[in-house]
């Protein structure tokens, strides 16, 4: 069975502190691992796709980097805007597009 | 370019009544996926639909069903509501192996 897990649960950091979220995964055959951005109240956005260890991927503030049985993302000098949770999912060879996501890491940026 | 919209964006029902909610695809998507969002289990695969069929099911009771019209647009319905039904019922549609999520649906039963 395809596992996500997700760390810390909850993060705080002040404006400017630079940090990292995890995601360790399991899956039968990565097809590919998924960063989305969920604010209360709305759907996850999308932020990233990942297909392969050593793949690496940045926007603004955010870097997602994968190895073979986990993902970081790196946020360097955080703003307030960034609070959200931030969503992990993977999504396994011959499963169509079905995700399996992690719990998420609910980050709160202080200003 | 429209993003994925769900209709409605809240709901409330009581026990034993049925629901349906519908999803409208970013243009050009054929893939759609439904998920269920809880405190406490978090993010749920139900269900994927491509051209009209079922592609793959998630692990939820028979009473959790769906379908796909030829202009992409689907639906789920969810029977002899229950309690624990109460969640954020969120619609997303695929090019590639990318989803887009939508606002969601919050379902209350009661």
């Known amino acids: 069975e395809d596992q996500v897990t997700q760390s810390p649960e909850a993060l705080r950091l002040q404006e400017g502190e630079s940090s990292s979220l995890n995601c360790s995964y399991t899956v039968s055959g990565l097809r590919g691992l998924f960063w989305y951005r969920q604010d209360p109240g709305k759907g996850p956005e999308f932020l990233f796709t990942l297909y392969s260890a050593g793949e690496e991927k940045e926007k603004e503030r955010l870097k997602a980097t994968l190895t073979k049985k986990e993902s970081f993302l790196h946020i360097t000098a955080p703003k307030p805007e960034d609070s959200a949770t931030y969503l992990c999912a993977v999504q396994a060879e011959g499963s169509a597009r079905q995700l399996t996501f992690g719990s998420g890491t609910q980050l709160t940026v202080l200003p | 370019k429209a993003g994925v919209t769900q209709t409605p964006r809240y709901l409330i029902k009581t026990r034993g009544q049925q629901v349906t909610l519908s999803c409208s695809p970013i243009s050009g998507h054929r893939s759609v996926s439904w998920y269920q969002q809880t405190p406490g289990q978090g993010l749920q695969f139900l269900f994927e639909y491509f051209s009209e069929t079922q592609r793959n099911k998630g692990n939820f009771p028979g009473r959790f069903s769906g379908r796909q019209f030829s202009n992409s647009r689907s639906e789920m319905n969810v029977s002899t509501l229950e309690l624990g039904d109460s969640a954020l019922y969120l619609c997303?549609?695929?090019?590639?192996?990318?989803?887009?999520f939508g606002p969601g649906t919050r379902l209350t039963v009661l």
């Open positions: 997303a549609s695929g090019l590639g192996s990318e989803q887009f």
